[in-house]
T-cell receptor, first 115, second 111 residues
Framework: GAVVSQHPSWVICKSGTSVKIECRSL??????MFWYRQFPKQSLMLMAT?????????EQGVEKDKFLINHASLTLSTLTVTSAHPEDSSFYIC???????????FGSGTQLSVL | GQSLEQPSEVTAVEGAIVQINCTYQ??????LSWYQQHDGGAPTFLSY??LDGLEETGRFSSFLSRSDSYGYLLLQELQMKDSASYFC????????????WGAGTKLIIKP
């Protein structure tokens, strides 16, 4: 099946620093990727839809200047958490669909801890 | 508004059968999916129903009734490795075909 690779798996950083998370589709081209955030024991919350070659679409309440998304190629989308603060600590997961498919393939997720 | 409801927790015994229900309220229903997520891991796709009826994939089956806005995931011959959270998610035409997620059901399996 299709594979979505995400790294890093774990990030611990100091408050005020920026963190970049990469998401790659390894064996298919993804014109659209989705970035989710998940707090412990809670559901997935869609943050933004990343579109190759154009601006990301952010969900209501998600600060686009804080969570920068770049989708420069058909296989790579990046999420940068700028000036991270402890409240940004969370599990971030990317996903993508194979064109024409219904199934969402997820990356392995990134656990971000901001001290 | 759009919402999905599923039980927060279900407990079952190894080898038994368990059913996890999901009711939804959306304006532009397109299809119902189920995902499994183990603690610390990412969700993995289990099944998708766009039409009424039962879809079977090995030990797992999923059912949909569009007229009742209801679906369920049926897990048979439960194994300890099935202990996980299970999410139903509806693809909604009126939300740009995005997935709307349920809160998840934690399945606890006892030996």
């Amino acid at each position: 099946g299709a594979v979505v690779s995400q790294h890093p798996s774990w990030v611990i950083c100091k408050s005020g620093t920026s963190v970049k998370i990469e998401c790659r589709s390894l064996d298919f081209q993804a014109t659209t990727m989705f970035w989710y955030r998940q707090f412990p024991k809670q559901s997935l919350m869609l943050m933004a839809t990343s579109n190759e070659g154009s601006k990301a679409t952010y969900e209501q309440g998600v600060e686009k200047d804080k969570f920068l998304i770049n989708h420069a190629s058909l296989t790579l989308s990046t999420l940068t958490v700028t000036s991270a603060h402890p409240e940004d600590s969370s599990f971030y997961i990317c996903s993508a669909r194979v064109p024409g498919g219904e199934k969402l393939f997820f990356g392995s997720g990134t656990q971000l801890s901001v001290l | 508004g759009q919402s999905l409801e599923q039980p927060s927790e279900v407990t079952a015994v190894e080898g038994a059968i368990v059913q996890i229900n999901c009711t939804y309220q959306t304006s532009g229903f397109y299809g119902l999916s189920w995902y499994q997520q183990h603690d610390g891991g990412a969700p993995t796709f289990l099944s998708y129903n766009a039409l009424d009826g039962l879809e079977e994939t090995g030990r797992f089956s999923s059912f949909l009734s569009r007229s009742d806005s209801y679906g369920y995931l049926l897990l048979q011959e439960l194994q300890m490795k099935d202990s996980a959270s299970y999410f139903c998610a509806v693809r909604d035409m009126d939300s740009n075909y995005q997935l709307i997620w349920g809160a998840g059901t934690k399945l606890i399996i006892k030996p």
